[in-house]
């Protein structure tokens, strides 16, 4: 018997069983009916966060940043090349902490951007400063096995 996963969907947010199996096959959320995998790292405020961190059975993986900030918006093409690659298996997310300042209190961010790891709901791992697409595939995959 294949081992199910619960994935949130990345556009409304709710929790899908997947095989885990399926999960290579462009699976759509029984709900919205959109992919369940863009490629595309999901902009989240902090209701969405909660759930993809506390519901979701794969690493989730967060760019805390803000659109004033230099290295963030130079770090962005990389973080979206890293999702291509770390996709299905991860989930990237995005949060903007001029937008939801409370997320970035909450998890004591105190530089950006920020990547934060989450495995289970806990933080596993964190990695302030930009980094290039094969240098966040790399830290995720040492991170997440």
Same mark, same amino acid.
């Given at each position: 018997?294949?081992?199910?996963?619960?994935?949130?969907?990345?556009?409304?947010?709710?929790?899908?069983?997947?095989?885990?199996?399926?999960?290579?096959?462009?699976?759509?959320?029984?709900?919205?009916?959109?992919?369940?995998?863009?490629?595309?790292?999901?902009?989240?405020?902090?209701?969405?966060?909660?759930?993809?961190?506390?519901?979701?059975?794969?690493?989730?993986?967060?760019?805390?940043w803000a659109p004033w900030c230099g290295p963030c918006?130079?770090?962005?093409?990389?973080?979206?090349?890293?999702?291509?690659?770390?996709?299905?298996?991860?989930?990237?997310?995005?949060?903007?902490?001029?937008?939801?300042?409370?997320?970035? @209190?909450?998890?004591?961010?105190?530089?950006?951007?920020?990547?934060?790891?989450?495995?289970?709901?806990?933080?596993?791992?964190?990695?302030?400063? @930009?980094?290039?697409?094969?240098?966040?595939?790399?830290?995720?995959?040492?991170?997440?096995?």
């Amino acid at each position: 018997m294949t081992e199910s996963l619960h994935i949130v969907c990345p556009h409304c947010h709710t929790t899908n069983r997947v095989r885990a199996d399926q999960l290579a096959s462009d699976p759509s959320c029984g709900s919205c009916k959109q992919a369940l995998f863009t490629g595309h790292p999901a902009a989240l405020d902090e209701a969405a966060f909660d759930k993809h961190i506390s519901r979701s059975q794969i690493p989730v993986l967060v760019d805390f940043w803000a659109p004033w900030c230099g290295p963030c918006r130079q770090m962005a093409p990389a973080y979206e090349q890293a999702c291509a690659q770390l996709e299905p298996r991860v989930r990237l997310v995005k949060v903007d902490t001029e937008a939801v300042p409370n997320l970035g @209190a909450r998890y004591a961010i105190r530089s950006i951007p920020t990547l934060a790891l989450f495995k289970n709901g806990r933080e596993v791992a964190r990695q302030a400063g @930009a980094m290039g697409a094969a240098d966040i595939v790399r830290w995720v995959q040492a991170h997440s096995a």
